[in-house]
């Protein structure tokens, strides 16, 4: 399974398995990862799964949809990298991604 490390706004590492096929909020939530709310579930429906992809994964993860960055608009803080982790499906080509969790999710 890939492995996925996600930072805390701390520092703190979260290195986990996760399934191919689900998303990187999944993930997440699955591994009780702190700091992703995922208020929708995953629907791209808020912000509260907003992440910051490594830059060296900036294109294996893809650019965000039209509807992901209009989600983004109700995240603080973003930045070029910023994601939706809802919306970053996991497959083996991902394994090694590091995403950064922001100190806050609205």
């Not at 992703?36 to 949809?65: F, L, Q």
């Not at 939706?84 to 083996?92: A, Y």
Request: charged share 25%; net charge negative.
């Amino acid at each position: 399974m890939p492995k996925i490390t996600y930072i805390e706004h701390d520092g703190r590492e979260h290195a986990v398995e996760v399934k191919a096929g689900l998303s990187v909020m999944e993930g997440a939530i699955r591994n009780n990862v702190p700091g992703i709310d995922a208020d929708c579930g995953g629907a791209c429906a808020c912000a509260t799964c907003h992440v910051y992809v490594d830059e060296a994964w900036r294109e294996a993860t893809g650019k965000p949809s039209a509807m992901e960055e209009s989600m983004l608009d109700f995240a603080e803080e973003v930045e070029p990298n910023s994601r939706l982790s809802c919306q970053i499906r996991v497959s083996d080509a991902l394994d090694g991604l590091v995403v950064r969790l922001p100190a806050n999710q609205h």
